[in-house]
């Protein structure tokens, strides 16, 4: 465990507007650190020296305009639900640590430290940074020589800065609870401008090229008539223009009023930008999230990216031109099962996959003098590295390979094969099976059952650091002889509106289950698997799915293990039909509760058999500790039998390399005792 766990994790990459310098954050067994690469040689560099695994996380990653500066945030759990700006410690250190920003030379040299906050972006002109800090925005000198002042004071929650071309003013977004409004700051001298206050919520601002004037996303404020819990409903939004010296706008797009003409809920959501003359964003409306643009007039939107695949992780380039992100897309028909950097241009539909083959890309951007593109790569063997390669297509080179532990087992991993089948419902199911040649004539097997929903599990190594540890596990638990089978639920992402917003999932009714079951009966029915002898564990709402296994199938899933996972759904739909803020009840309430009931793992109590392994930190932000407590509680009434480990002080994401591992471990002694 402690060799397939060495490898390095990169994230954060990022460039400067100018130049060719990247910067990125790397994890090594839970030192977390700054690195940097300048070309046209790109070699790798370490800037900072934090050289213990005390679970402080690096995000927040940028590079000044520039090139001169490398900014970033120590501390916190920012994958979090709530609380992501408070401190984490593992350590239990009598000194709490602190979130803090920093910055640092990329030549080299001491961090300068600015102070505490959220969501730090540094001026175009290279010399002060906006940020968020107790509902208000602050600014503060890029080379920390001065303390932090607050630009303004305003109501409401105010946060993601936006600073103009010209660094003179800052747009930003004030939520007001029900509704929120866009405002513009230039200076103490002049008033706060609000782009064309609805009731509404507006977000996303997003500056013209030459700073005159705002795209922004509009969608319904709260409240009105409750409506029905449990029918999927289309959730309206539009594009809107705004003159920034009045504060007048206009709409420019309106999203189609039907289901896949919601909001899209990929990453980035909408991904708005205003390009070259075109305003570009991401919609979900012909069955796929896929990147469109418009022109600055309105009209037609043009569709960039035809075909059946995912966008996701986009990146505008410095002048605006043209579009980097990531895709599961290509000739190959495994493609869907991975990840490829993808490049087009803002005003037509010329879209190029730049990293085609059997390895892994993700988190594209292009350097600030067009010449190179960076992003992260892997394989099934090779975990992720930094990488670069031409910005027009060429040979890729990768980065700081020095860096991957000689202790690493990269020849001992399997490459996993791609499953797919039919749920009894019609349903069409991608899975990944790791699974070591030879062995017994009859061998044990578990379910991986990732947690999010929205995730995709690969055929390699994946660009989370959550899921690129489960990916870690799963090989170390087909080392161990086992037959591995991660499956890729409804709910996730990857493959279509339909499948990411199945009927009847989550709380209203848990159709994703029906999933789960499959790759069970599926790996029974295998001539080499043990039907008596299969497991499954997963974490968070892969925790929920192991769960809702253990008690509805015992006799499938002999054992499991449930990591963080949600227990009962009906806690917040019983605060919100039994006792809501009005005298009107959704028509369905009643029913909704029920079924939210019957979606959760607590109904099950009575028919659950199979031995479990119960694994929670207690300063989890993700999913509330109770939800494990409850559920432990219960079956120690019944005679289940029941293991627990407590990681304390830990989040949702086991900040402490050392605790993961400690988790890993527990995972894998578990099923080498029961199975």
């Not at 303004?152 to 800052?170: H, I, K, M, Q």
């Not at 796929?288 to 309105?298: D, M, N």
């Not at 080392?479 to 409804?490: E, F, H, I």
Request: with cysteine.
């Amino acid at each position: 465990m402690e060799a397939v766990k060495s490898y390095p994790f990169p994230n954060e990459l990022t460039a400067s507007a100018t130049g060719s310098r990247i910067a990125w954050a790397f994890n090594e067994e839970g030192k977390r650190n700054i690195y940097v690469a300048e070309g046209p040689d790109f070699n790798a560099r370490r800037l900072t020296n934090y050289l213990q695994d005390d679970g402080q996380e690096l995000s927040s990653v940028a590079l000044s305009d520039d090139g001169k500066w490398v900014l970033y945030v120590r501390g916190g759990d920012h994958g979090s639900n709530w609380g992501d700006e408070l401190p984490v410690n593992p350590t239990f250190s009598p000194t709490p640590p602190k979130v803090q920003m920093w910055a640092i030379p990329f030549t080299g040299g001491e961090p300068k430290l600015l102070g505490e906050g959220e969501g730090p972006v540094i001026s175009p002109k290279s010399d002060r940074v906006a940020f968020s800090k107790g509902g208000q925005i602050y600014t503060v000198p890029l080379d920390g020589s001065a303390a932090a002042t607050m630009l303004f004071s305003a109501r409401g929650t105010n946060g993601t800065p936006v600073w103009s071309p010209d660094g003179s003013r800052l747009a930003f977004q004030s939520n007001r609870v029900d509704h929120s409004f866009i405002g513009v700051y230039t200076d103490a001298q002049t008033p706060i401008v609000w782009i064309d206050p609805q009731y509404k919520r507006d977000n996303s601002p997003r500056w013209s090229p030459d700073g005159k004037k705002l795209a922004f996303i509009r969608t319904n404020g709260l409240g009105g008539k409750p409506d029905s819990i449990l029918v999927r409903k289309h959730i309206p939004w539009s594009i809107m223009t705004a003159d920034v010296s009045t504060g007048e706008a206009k709409t420019l797009w309106t999203a189609p009023k039907r289901l896949n003409g919601s909001v899209p809920n990929t990453h980035g959501g909408p991904n708005l930008h205003w390009a070259a003359n075109r305003i570009v964003f991401l919609s979900y409306q012909d069955g796929w999230p896929h990147l469109y643009s418009l022109t600055e007039q309105g009209g037609a939107p043009l569709l960039l990216t035809p075909g059946n695949f995912m966008c996701e992780h986009i990146q505008l380039s410095t002048g605006g031109k043209s579009l980097v992100f990531a895709a599961n897309a290509g000739t190959d028909a495994l493609d869907i099962d991975r990840r490829h950097v993808v490049k087009v241009s803002v005003d037509r539909a010329d879209m190029q996959i730049m990293t085609p083959g059997t390895g892994l890309e993700w988190f594209p951007v292009l350097t600030g003098d067009g010449k190179t593109m960076a992003f992260i790569s892997a394989t099934a063997q090779r975990p992720p590295l930094p990488s670069v390669m031409p910005a027009n297509g060429g040979e890729m080179k990768l980065l700081a390979t020095d860096r991957l532990p000689t202790t690493y087992p990269s020849t001992d991993l399997v490459t996993p094969k791609q499953v797919v089948f039919k749920t009894p419902d019609g349903v069409t199911v991608h899975c990944q099976l790791f699974e070591k040649a030879g062995g017994p004539a009859k061998k044990p097997a578990i379910v991986y059952v990732h947690g999010g929903p929205p995730r995709q599990m690969l055929l390699g190594w994946n660009y989370g650091d959550y899921y690129a540890n489960a990916y870690a596990m799963n090989q170390y638990l087909a080392s161990l002889g086992y037959a591995v089978l991660s499956v890729n639920y409804r709910l996730g992402i990857g493959y279509g509106y339909e499948f990411h917003n199945a009927k009847n999932g989550g709380a209203n009714g848990a159709s994703e289950y029906i999933d789960i079951k499959a790759a069970g009966e599926w790996l029974a029915k295998q001539p080499q698997i043990d039907p008596k002898r299969i497991g499954i564990y997963g974490g968070s709402y892969g925790g929920f799915l192991t769960a809702m296994a253990l008690g509805r199938d015992s006799k499938l899933f002999a054992v499991g293990v449930d990591v963080h996972g949600v227990h009962d759904r009906t806690i917040e739909r019983t605060r919100n039909i039994l006792m809501p803020d009005q005298y009107e009840r959704a028509p369905d309430a009643t029913r909704a509760l029920e079924v939210a009931w019957k979606s959760s793992p607590i109904a099950y109590v009575n028919t659950w058999t199979s031995p479990v392994l119960f694994i929670h930190g207690d300063d989890d932000r993700n999913v509330r500790f109770s939800q494990s407590t409850d559920l432990v509680r219960r079956l120690e009434e019944t005679k289940v039998p029941i293991e627990t480990m407590v990681i304390v002080d830990d989040t949702h994401h086991f900040m402490m390399h050392a605790n993961q591992v400690k988790v890993n471990k527990a995972i894998a002694a578990f099923f080498q005792k029961k199975l």
